[in-house]
């Protein structure tokens, strides 16, 4: 099979569980967990998928070496993760346990292969100055362990007071850890691509910088929840900011020397945005949170902006520059197909992340769907 099908087939893999966000957003008032539903496909499906698809094509790239399994692995590990995570959906909206149980630990399976791919792959490498963006990847892949082990034990948990905080440390492993360690590695490559720039002379230094200082922030930050002090939750919060901030200026200065001018960069700037202010208002809550109950329901109103300003308006503007680049081929198609994803883009970039800023607001929930299929 040719690269290009190659990447066509997986990445449609995408393409569906975006499809499937977008009818969980329509179909959410009918169903038992409907804020789970709409929150787990687009995460744990969509972002994902994608995470395991273009995590390991940056590491072939950066690293002048393919991974020790091929595409072979990849697919293995992409089946597994869609198995696992359709079971467990299936076994939440059915209140299936074996179910549930099951399916995380197919996409456990999965992530675990991932991360061992990928260092069996950095190890055998030649050295370069690039590995550490790598590093990003299989951290955020050890993270996301933790964060399916919380969320098994939140299918097992019989305290409503337990059950709480487990929700808040899944919640921080699995957005800020698993995604969030991820995207921001890969945005410290990415960015400057997409600006059309060099790499700027500090990236290396930033991402030597940051990486244990998110992992610091986010090992405090789901410790909190367990530990039953909401304060400690803020602490880890506010470090992960300082890890995020030192990337923020590097790519500042990239921005400086190429302002943001397509779809793909707008988006990115943005969906960076929102994470750190998603992380800011989380750390916020837990701040001023009387109890865990309270801060729970603080929480919900960060959701929208992590779900959908976050993690799809960074899947959406990644796959806008990567798909004409990777999966179109010759130079005059791409673009041309650059050309196609650019049409309307300040529009398309202000009414999405607009309607993400009104969803915020008080309003009630039909509403809210009827912003999420603007937005869309």
Request: hydrophobic letters at 65%; aromatic letters at 8%; glycine letters at 10%.
């Amino acid at each position: 099979m040719s690269r290009r099908n190659w990447y066509l087939l997986t990445n449609s893999l995408v393409l569906l569980w975006v499809a499937l966000a977008i009818v969980a957003t329509i179909i959410h008032r009918f169903v038992e967990q409907p804020l789970w539903l709409m929150v787990h496909v687009p995460l744990l499906g969509a972002a994902t998928a994608a995470i395991l698809i273009w995590s390991q094509h940056f590491a072939d790239t950066l690293l002048r070496r393919r991974g020790p399994s091929g595409r072979l692995g990849l697919g293995v590990r992409l089946a597994l993760h869609t198995v696992g995570a359709g079971l467990v959906i299936a076994g939440i909206l059915g209140a299936g346990l074996l179910l549930t149980l099951a399916g995380a630990l197919l996409v456990g399976c999965a992530i675990v292969l991932h991360a061992v791919i990928l260092m069996l792959q950095i190890r055998g490498a030649l050295p370069t100055r690039f590995a550490p963006m790598v590093w990003f990847a299989v951290a955020a892949s050890i993270v996301f362990l933790a964060g399916i082990a919380a969320g098994i034990a939140m299918v097992l948990a019989v305290d409503p007071a337990l059950l709480e905080r487990l929700a808040m440390s899944h919640l921080v492993l699995g957005v800020f850890g698993w995604i969030g360690l991820t995207a921001l590695g890969v945005l410290s490559l990415l960015w400057p691509t997409v600006l059309r720039t060099q790499l700027g002379e500090g990236a290396g230094a930033s991402v030597r910088f940051a990486l244990p200082v998110l992992l610091a922030g986010l090992v405090i930050a789901a410790a909190g929840p367990l530990l039953g002090i909401p304060a400690v939750l803020a602490l880890g919060v506010l470090v992960w900011l300082v890890g995020a901030g030192r990337l923020a200026v590097e790519g500042w200065r990239e921005a400086r020397a190429a302002p943001p001018q397509t779809f793909a960069a707008w988006s990115l700037a943005a969906a960076f945005g929102w994470a750190v202010l998603s992380a800011a208002a989380l750390g916020g809550a837990a701040l001023l949170a009387e109890d865990w109950a309270s801060l729970g329901d603080d929480t919900l109103i960060v959701l929208g902006p992590l779900g959908a300003g976050f993690v799809v308006q960074l899947v959406i503007g990644a796959l806008s520059h990567l798909v004409p680049v990777v999966l179109i081929g010759s130079p005059s198609s791409a673009a041309a197909a650059a050309a196609v994803l650019e049409r309307g883009a300040a529009f398309r970039v202000f009414a999405f992340n607009g309607a993400i800023a009104l969803y915020v607001l008080p309003m009630p929930s039909i509403v809210r769907v009827l912003l999420a299929a603007l937005a869309a």
